[in-house]
């Protein structure tokens, strides 16, 4: 579980090196500096860091958006560029060290500088575990040698690093802290505009242009054969900018036959929220619907020579993380071959309207909630600061 909290202020003029290379990262940057300052006020903050951070008094030697690259051909294109960054970065470092320095996720782009910063003798954190507990485990051998504490969201993740006599603590997830443990469906379709008397399935098939190209058509044809059988049951895709909404439009005007289909901008918190059932990819949303006490049915698809490569390289028995926390399968998961239109539409339809167990699986997802709602700003300051204090190096 987290660590207990005590207010322990500090005069020290402590500095932190932070790095975070996306959005995520400066969200949790952020929250992480407010917690760190109640404990050191006179705390100075800098590194790389997004707008989040940078409105909490952060100063970002480089943007952060020259970090944000997706994809292996654009990482190749930029190589040289972050090449130089991360010898910038060093350079400052090494010059004025920090009292510690704090890598937020980006393990590709940030494990190689806290292990810089380790041998030089200052001490590195590492906030957000790599998925190094699912696949390519042998990773954690570099991460020994680059981290002082790796600070993980998630409990399992925790276990992993114990039985390999890496320092951790297990933080909680942030999400779990922002989001309200008792659902609130009705609030967020008053909100939404949307009618409170009909059920109501949310569509996630993926906030990346390749996951909608991949899943979109599957899901909008399972959604098809769902209303079908339910004529009643209205259809919400929440899409994340302009150019998924255009892509979704454009793959529902290509089906054969149409489909009454209610797209919203954003928001796929509040259209979770708002569902009775939740189709989706896995991934991060698949947390975000546990703890919102959604119903869910998770379906996913890669080529068949990535998923053969993959089904190789996982070591874990689960893809979802309600299932990955529950250590059993709460949720369906329906991957590959598996993942028809008929075989979705069924595993919605039996989740909408078996209300035994829905009521068994709201008391599951709010004890999960519970396990992970541990306060994750504060919880990760305090074990950063007890780090600092002892010194360790």
């Not at 402590?14 to 290379?21: D, E, K, L, S």
């Not at 379906?299 to 993959?310: D, E, F, H, I, K």
């Amino acid at each position: 579980m987290g660590l207990p909290h005590t207010a322990v202020v500090s005069n020290r003029k402590v500095t932190f090196g932070i790095i975070a290379g996306e959005a995520s990262g400066d969200i949790l940057g952020a929250g992480l500096i407010r917690s760190l300052r109640d404990r050191y006020p006179k705390a100075r903050f800098v590194g790389i860091g997004g707008d989040e951070m940078i409105a909490e008094g952060f100063h970002s030697l480089v943007p952060m958006e020259r970090l944000s690259v997706m994809g292996l051909v654009e990482v190749l294109g930029r190589i040289r560029e972050l090449f130089s960054i991360r010898a910038r970065l060093l350079s400052y470092f090494f010059a004025t060290p920090p009292d510690v320095v704090i890598g937020i996720d980006s393990p590709d782009f940030t494990l190689a500088i806290e292990r810089r910063c380790r041998e030089a003798g200052i001490p590195s954190v590492h906030y957000v575990s790599p998925s190094v507990w699912a696949w390519r485990q042998k990773r954690i051998f570099k991460i020994a040698k680059s981290v002082d504490l790796m600070l993980t969201l998630l409990p399992f993740e925790a276990g992993f690093y114990e039985e390999h006599d890496v320092p951790v603590a297990f933080v909680g997830h942030p999400l779990a802290d922002r989001i309200p443990v008792v659902p609130q469906t009705s609030k967020a379709r008053q909100e939404l505009g949307l009618d409170e008397n009909v059920p109501l399935l949310a569509i996630l098939p993926g906030s990346r242009a390749g996951e909608v190209e991949r899943l979109g058509t599957l899901f909008l044809e399972a959604a098809r054969w769902i209303q079908a059988k339910r004529p009643d049951v209205q259809l919400v895709i929440p899409c994340v900018n302009r150019d998924r909404e255009k892509q979704v439009r454009e793959l529902i005007e290509a089906l054969e036959v149409k489909l009454q289909v209610t797209i919203v901008r954003g928001r796929s918190r509040e259209v979770m929220a708002a569902s009775d059932v939740v189709l989706l990819a896995s991934g991060t949303a698949t947390l975000e619907a546990m703890l919102l006490k959604k119903p869910m049915v998770v379906g996913y698809r890669l080529s068949n020579v990535s998923y053969a490569l993959l089904s190789r390289l996982v070591k874990v028995p689960h893809v979802s993380l309600p299932n990955l926390l529950a250590k059993q399968p709460l949720v369906p998961e329906l991957l590959q071959d598996d993942a028809t239109p008929e075989s979705l539409g069924a595993a919605v339809l039996e989740r909408m309207e078996d209300q035994q167990e829905r009521n068994r699986l709201i008391e599951a997802f709010t004890e999960l909630h519970h396990t992970l709602k541990q306060d994750a700003d504060k919880t990760a300051a305090q074990a950063i600061s007890a780090l600092i204090e002892k010194g360790v190096h």
